[in-house]
C-alpha cells in the first residue's frame, strides 16, 4: 500500500509539472464525456417529454389513414353504421395539407386543417381566447379559424391580438376566432402550430378536395380497442373492394401504437447522437496515448536510471497506468459537470427538458477511466520494456 501511495504521489507530481499537456488532455476527455451526458439527457428529457404529451391526448384513439386510397366522410359514416361499433365513442374526420398563411407582412407555412367540433375533444385541445369553431361554421361555409398558440405568435406576435384579424389563405380572408391554449410539442411536431378551419371550407374552397387526410376515434371502452379496429379495418377493406389485408390502401393503428414507434425512434437517436459524441471520447483516448507516448520517450533517461537502481517493470508500468488513469478520471468528474452545463444550456436555448440519470453518468465517467486504462498499458508497457543501459545512454 506504501508503495502504490508512494507511485501516486510521484505520478501526480509529475502531471503537476507539465501542467499545458496534462490540461490538454484533460480537455479532450471533458468535451467527450460532457457530449456523452449532454446528449443522453436532452434525449431522455425529449423522449419523457414526448410520451407525457401524446398520453396526455388519451390512450383509448384509433387513427385511420389512407396510403395509395381515398377515405371519404360518406363512407366514414358507413361505418359508423355498424351496430358492432357501438363501442365507438367520438369520432373526428379531418383533411390536413400545407400552405402558406400571411397576416400583414408576417407569414407561416403550416398545416391547414379542416375539422368539424369533435376535433377538439377527440384531440384534447382547450380553447385559450375566442371560441370554438362549431357545425354551423361547417354548413355554412364560414371563413374562420383557430389557431395554435405559436401560430398566433408568429403572426400576431401576441395572441391576444389575434381575435377578430384577418389572415389570407389561398387568397382568401378568414377571420381568427379563437386561439388554443399552448400545449407543446408531440414526436416531432408542435402542437402549437396548427390552423383549423371548418372541414367543408377546407376542402371545398381551399383545397378542392372530397377526400380525408387522417379520421381520429375514441374508443369508450380501452380493453375493445383490438375489436374497433378489426371491425373498422375490415369495413372499409370491403368498402374499397380489397380482398387481403396486406394490399390495404390505409393504415389504422392505436395510440399505444404510435406512441411505441415514436419512444422506438426517439431511443435510437439518442443512442446514435451518443454514439456520435461517444467518438470525442475515442479521439480523447488516443490523444492521451500520443502525449503518454512523448512523456516515455521525453523521460527515457529517468526511467533508465530506476531500472538501473532496482525498479520492477510492474512498478514503472503502475506508474504510467496511474497518470493515464488520473488524466481520465479528472477528466470524466469535469466532464460531469460540463455535460450537465451543457445540457441545461442546450435545452433553455431550444425549449428541451434535460433528464439526467445515474447509469448514463456513471457510464459516461466509468467509460472514461476505462480510456485510461486501454489507452495507457501500450506507453506504460513500452515504457516498462526499456533496457536500463540503452535508456542511460539515450540523448
Request: glycine content about 8%; cysteine-free.
Amino acid at each position: 500500500m506504501m508503495i502504490f501511495l508512494e507511485i501516486l504521489k510521484e505520478s501526480l507530481v509529475t502531471l503537476k509539472s507539465n501542467k499545458m499537456r496534462t490540461l490538454l488532455s484533460v480537455l479532450g476527455i471533458v468535451i467527450g464525456v460532457g457530449s456523452v451526458i449532454g446528449l443522453m439527457a436532452l434525449g431522455a428529457g425529449s423522449q419523457k417529454s414526448m410520451v407525457e404529451r401524446i398520453q396526455s391526448m388519451g390512450t383509448n384513439l384509433l387513427m385511420v389513414s389512407p396510403t395509395d386510397g381515398n377515405i371519404t366522410q360518406s363512407q366514414i359514416e358507413y361505418v359508423l353504421a355498424n351496430d358492432f361499433l357501438k363501442i365507438i365513442d367520438n369520432v373526428s374526420p379531418e383533411y390536413s395539407s400545407r400552405n402558406q398563411t400571411i397576416y400583414g407582412s408576417n407569414s407561416v407555412n403550416q398545416n391547414i386543417t379542416g375539422i368539424l367540433p369533435a376535433y377538439f375533444q377527440v384531440r384534447n385541445f382547450t380553447i385559450s381566447l375566442g371560441r370554438y369553431l362549431t357545425n354551423q361554421d361547417n354548413e355554412t361555409f364560414n371563413k374562420v379559424a383557430v389557431i395554435g398558440w405559436q401560430t398566433a405568435i408568429d403572426l400576431f406576435e401576441n395572441p391576444i391580438l389575434a381575435i377578430g384579424q384577418k389572415i389570407k389563405i389561398k387568397n382568401l380572408n378568414f377571420e381568427v376566432v379563437g386561439v388554443l391554449k399552448p400545449k407543446g410539442s408531440s414526436g416531432m411536431q408542435s402542437q402549437d402550430e396548427l390552423i383549423l378551419v371548418p372541414l367543408l371550407v377546407a376542402q371545398k374552397l381551399i383545397f378542392n378536395q372530397n377526400n380525408l387526410t387522417s379520421v381520429v376515434f375514441t374508443i369508450k371502452d380501452e380493453n375493445k380497442m383490438d375489436q374497433a379496429k378489426s371491425i373498422i379495418g375490415f369495413t372499409l377493406l370491403d368498402l374499397h373492394q380489397i380482398q387481403s389485408i396486406d394490399k390495404a390502401d390505409f393504415r389504422i393503428f392505436s395510440q399505444t401504437e404510435m406512441l411505441e414507434a415514436m419512444t422506438s425512434i426517439m431511443q435510437t437517436m439518442t443512442g446514435l447522437l451518443a454514439g456520435i459524441a461517444a467518438i470525442s471520447l475515442l479521439v480523447g483516448g488516443i490523444g492521451i496515448m500520443n502525449i503518454m507516448l512523448v512523456t516515455v520517450t521525453e523521460r527515457t533517461r529517468e526511467i533508465g536510471l530506476r531500472k538501473a537502481l532496482g525498479a520492477k517493470n510492474k512498478i514503472i508500468t503502475l506508474q504510467f497506468m496511474l497518470e493515464a488513469i488520473i488524466i481520465t478520471s479528472l477528466g470524466g468528474i469535469l466532464g460531469m459537470g460540463f455535460g450537465v452545463l451543457l445540457a441545461l444550456l442546450i435545452g433553455k436555448i431550444a425549449n428541451l427538458e434535460a433528464l439526467f440519470t445515474f447509469n448514463s453518468i456513471f457510464l459516461s465517467v466509468g467509460i472514461s477511466i476505462l480510456i485510461g486504462l486501454v489507452f495507457g498499458i501500450y506507453p506504460a508497457k513500452k515504457a516498462a520494456k526499456l533496457q536500463p543501459i540503452e535508456a542511460l545512454r539515450y540523448d
